[in-house]
């Protein structure tokens, strides 16, 4: 047993070393995009986004290398609704479909491999507290889970199962811990800073690579620290923001040993903006760009990424005519 799980390390450490490719934030954003509003009780807020990932940069620890014959794209396409059950209390769920590709060019030869299904879902139990920092202050707590909705088990055309990298889902159920606290500025009531945080505690899959092997992501801590504003122009309110974001990847296991080339951290920068079209529909778009990025070994790591979408309020009457 022991020399099978060194075989397969050795294996995965050969694989990683001649791909570069990373299992730390090539895959499905679900983390990114949790925290719609509990706009009060009965009320159900509905977001539509597309993501677009692009990771083209060959890192080695912080050094960027001279390299861009590897290409990985991620695009996923998500649903956020949330239910306030209460003033206090909502449920928040997300659920993505993902397609990745990614292309290797050497020597004039270029390898093409590409995957697309359903992927995770993420259900969270959230509980508003306001004046926490005085007044126009809002804290937020949730707790929750990933649930393995997506396909672990995708193989290539020559019947080869893929890597877990490639897979759209995990395989396996994850913890989730998520804070937000956002304060209004006394000098302009429209403008606001906020700070949001998220662990996911990941689990593992007991049936990777046809059930000869377990494979568990590494855990993840994310932080935002951002300011938004609000600004009055042609009869619509925009709301420009400005974030800043800070992620730590762990290093991925297989068969409890550390998989080499996995885990890192980055720091990036991420402008945004938002449009009020109507009073219950929201265009949400945002750049999100690298500033400083740490990884495990070398791997492919973020260029850039491209977020967009609507989100939808339907207040509690038109949920329940009879209230």
């Given at each position: ?102 292309t290797i060019t050497q020597f004039g030869n270029e ?129 420009p923001g400005l974030i800043f974001k800070y992620r ?76």
């Amino acid at each position: 047993m022991y020399v099978r799980k060194i075989f397969l390390i050795l294996l995965f450490a050969i694989g990683q070393s001649s791909f570069a490719q990373t299992c730390c934030s090539g895959g499905v954003p679900l983390s990114n995009n949790l925290g719609l509003p509990n706009e009060g009780k009965k009320t159900v807020v509905i977001g539509v986004t597309y993501d677009y990932n692009n990771l083209n940069t060959l890192n080695a620890g912080s050094a960027t290398l001279d390299d861009d014959s590897r290409l990985r794209i991620t695009n996923s396409v998500l649903l956020n609704m949330n239910y306030a059950l209460t003033d206090k209390f909502s449920i928040e769920g997300l659920f993505s479909w993902v397609n990745q590709t990614r292309t290797i060019t050497q020597f004039g030869n270029e390898s093409l491999t590409e995957t697309s299904g359903i992927g995770d879902a993420v259900f969270l139990l959230k509980y508003t507290i306001d004046s926490v920092l005085g007044n126009r202050s809002v804290l937020n707590i949730g707790i929750g889970g990933k649930a393995p909705f997506g396909r672990s088990d995708l193989a290539s055309e020559e019947g080869v199962q893929l890597t877990a990298d490639l897979q759209p889902g995990s395989g396996a159920w994850d913890l989730i811990g998520w804070l937000s606290i956002a304060k209004n500025m006394g000098f302009r009531p429209s403008a606001a800073l906020s700070a949001s945080f998220t662990y996911r505690l990941t689990g593992a899959n007991d049936s990777y690579l046809d059930n000869t092997s377990v494979y568990e992501f590494g855990n993840v801590l994310q932080g935002n620290l951002g300011y938004a504003d609000q600004l009055f122009f042609f009869n619509t309110i925009f709301m420009p923001g400005l974030i800043f974001k800070y992620r730590k990847a762990f290093e991925d296991q297989v068969d409890t040993f550390d998989l080499p080339n996995t885990g890192g951290q980055w720091v990036f920068i991420r402008p945004e903006l938002g449009v009020q079209l109507t009073p219950r529909l929201v265009l949400n778009a945002r750049v999100e760009i690298p500033l400083y990025s740490e990884v495990v070994g070398t791997q492919l790591t973020p260029t850039v990424r491209f977020t967009s979408g609507l989100s939808y309020k339907f207040p509690s009457k038109q949920m329940n005519p009879l209230n």
